[in-house]
Nanobody, 126 residues
């Protein structure tokens, strides 16, 4: 069992920045690929970014490419999402997820992830 706890959400004006963190409970964190997803009201959960277990490979949704950066610190069992130039359409609950079985990959499909955090709200005002 892997517990994931997100933090860092909040309310920010358009053009502003936030950094989300996701802390994992297991020391085997360095074996897992990690992903960030988001879900806005009335919409399906969508892929935002992913990073493989070593941190050498990343993957981004087109809608956030160039504005968001995913990174990880395996010594701290933590993955980050730096969000810059935020837009109102980025408003959503953001979730981190762990891909236990394919740590070398950066997958985009929610069903391919095995553990999820509880989510953190990000609200971008115009």
């Amino acid at each position: 069992q892997v517990q994931l706890v997100e933090s860092g959400g909040g309310v920010v004006q358009a053009g502003g920045s936030l950094r989300l963190s996701c802390a994992a409970s297991r020391r085997t964190f360095s074996n897992y690929a990690m992903g960030w997803f988001r879900q806005a009201p009335g919409k399906e959960r969508e892929f935002v970014a992913a990073i493989n277990r070593s941190g050498e490979s990343t993957n981004y949704a087109d809608s956030v490419k160039g504005r968001f950066t995913i990174s990880r610190d395996n010594a701290k069992n933590t993955v980050y999402l730096q969000m810059n130039s935020l837009k109102p359409e980025d408003t959503a609950v953001y979730y981190c997820a762990a891909d236990v079985y394919l740590g070398r990959a950066t997958r985009r499909i929610p069903d391919e992830y095995d553990y999820w955090g509880q989510g953190t709200q990000v609200t971008v005002s115009s």
